[in-house]
C-alpha cells in the first residue's frame, strides 16, 4: 500500500457465484484513465449506482480494461463492497424499490414524452445548431446576458403543453394514491423529480446529445465535457406553490433550466457570479449582477457553482424544468485541483491582485537608486 493503491489481495474469491475466481493480482491505478470510454452498467441490476462502476472503470488496471463487462463487474464489485459503508448500499436500494414502485404503478398521460424525439421536442434553430455542432452555430442561437449565462430558445410549445399536462396528472396521482413522494431537493417544497417518474432515459438522452455539446464548448473547465449524470425535475411556483426561492448554488457541474409556462409574473432568477467552495459567501462585483425573466420556451445554461435564487413569482403559475448535470471524472480531479480555479470570480480577483502586488514590489526595487542602502 505504500503508493497509496488500493490492494487487492490474490487470493480473494468470489461472492457472486462461488464456481468462478478472478485472480486479483492486479491493482487500480492511481489516476484515471481519462481516454477510456467506460461501458454502460445501466441495465444491470447492481446494488450500487451504475454510475458508479462506468466511474471506476476508468481506474482498472490496464490488462483488466478490456476483459469482458461481466468479469470487470465482478471485479469492481469485491472493491465497493469492501470500501462502501452498509448505509449508503441501503439507501441506493431503498431508493431503486422507491422508483419501480411509482414506475410500475403510475400510469403516463403523454406515452411520447419518455422517449427523446428531438423534432417533437426542439425548435429548429435549436435542432439546426446542434447538427452542425460548431461554436458559431451554438453563437447564432445563444444569448449571453452576463459571462457565463447562456439562453436560447429550446422547447416547443406542444412540448412545453405536454410536460405541463404529465406533472398535472402526477399530482392528482399522488393526490389520489396519498403516495408519499420525494420533492426534488431541500429547497422546494412542491414540484417533482422526472427520473422517479420514469423519465431518466429521455433525460439522459438530452444531457449527452442537447446539453453536452454545448457545456464542452462553454463550460470545459468545469467537466462540461464529461457530462455522465444528472438530476432532472420540474419545480412549481406560484401563490398556492412554492413562492420563491433563495440564494444558492447547484449540486451540478452544469445546470439546465427551462421555464415550461404558463402564465405568471414576476419568478426573475437572479445571479450573483461563480464561486469555489471556499468562495461561495463573497461579496459580488457589479458586473456580476443579472436578473433573468423566465420566457416559456426559453432555456438557461450556466455552470453549478453560479450563484442564483428566484424572486417570488407574483401571480400565476410557473413551472420550470430543470436538469443538475454532473461529471464524475470533474469530481475526482477536483480534489487535486490548483490553488485558484478559474471558474471562480473570487479566486480571479485575488490572483490578479497578487500579480498587481508583485509587480509594485519590483517596480519598489527597479526604481532603487544606485547607491541607495538598506536602512
Ligand atoms: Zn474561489
Known amino acids: 500500500m505504500s503508493n497509496g493503491v488500493v490492494d487487492q489481495k490474490p487470493e480473494m474469491k468470489l461472492a457472486a457465484n462461488g464456481n468462478s475466481v478472478v485472480a486479483v493480482s492486479q491493482r487500480l491505478r492511481l489516476n484515471p484513465n481519462t481516454d477510456h470510454q467506460p461501458e454502460s452498467y445501466e441495465d444491470l441490476k447492481l446494488e450500487f449506482s451504475h454510475f458508479l462502476f462506468s466511474s471506476l472503470e476508468r481506474y482498472l488496471p490496464p490488462s483488466m480494461i478490456n476483459e469482458p463487462r461481466e468479469t470487470k463487474v465482478k471485479y469492481m464489485l469485491q472493491i465497493l463492497l469492501r470500501y462502501s459503508p452498509q448505509g449508503e448500499r441501503n439507501r441506493f436500494q431503498r431508493h431503486k424499490e422507491y422508483r419501480q414502485k411509482i414506475i410500475s404503478n403510475y400510469q403516463p398521460l403523454h406515452r411520447e414524452l419518455y422517449n427523446m424525439h428531438p423534432t417533437n421536442f426542439f425548435v429548429p434553430s435549436f435542432l439546426k445548431a446542434i447538427s452542425e455542432n460548431k461554436e458559431e452555430s451554438f453563437r447564432k442561437i445563444i444569448t449571453e446576458p452576463s459571462p457565463g449565462i447562456l439562453t436560447f430558445e429550446l422547447l416547443q410549445p406542444r412540448f412545453c403543453e405536454m410536460l405541463l399536462a404529465e ?49 464542452r464548448v462553454f463550460f470545459p473547465e468545469v467537466g462540461g465535457s464529461t457530462l455522465d449524470s444528472h438530476h432532472g425535475f420540474v419545480v412549481e411556483y406560484g401563490i398556492d406553490r412554492d413562492v420563491d426561492l433563495g440564494f444558492h448554488v447547484d449540486d451540478s457541474e452544469v445546470t439546465l433550466n427551462v421555464c415550461v409556462g404558463k402564465q405568471f409574473t414576476g419568478g426573475e432568477l437572479f445571479f450573483r457570479g ?67 480555479p478559474e471558474f471562480c470570480g473570487e479566486c480571479q480577483r485575488l490572483k490578479k491582485e497578487r500579480q498587481r502586488q508583485s509587480i509594485s514590489a519590483i517596480k519598489v526595487e527597479v526604481l532603487k537608486k544606485p547607491g541607495d542602502t538598506p536602512s
Open 167 to 215: 406533472v398535472d396528472n402526477f399530482e392528482k396521482w399522488v393526490r389520489e394514491t396519498k403516495f408519499r413522494i420525494m420533492r426534488p431537493n431541500t429547497m422546494n417544497k412542491y414540484g417533482a423529480v422526472l427520473d422517479d417518474f420514469g423519465l431518466e432515459t429521455m433525460l439522459d438522452r438530452l444531457m449527452e446529445d442537447f446539453i453536452q455539446p454545448i457545456s
Open 274 to 340: 461563480v464561486r469555489c467552495e471556499k468562495h461561495v459567501n463573497t461579496g459580488t462585483q457589479s458586473e456580476e449582477v443579472l436578473d433573468y425573466s423566465h420566457v416559456p420556451g426559453r432555456a438557461v445554461i450556466h455552470r453549478g457553482r453560479h450563484r442564483h435564487g428566484a424572486r417570488a413569482t407574483t401571480s400565476g403559475h410557473r413551472l420550470n424544468l430543470l436538469l443538475w448535470c454532473r461529471s464524475s471524472v470533474f469530481r475526482e480531479l477536483k480534489k487535486y485541483q490548483r490553488e485558484f
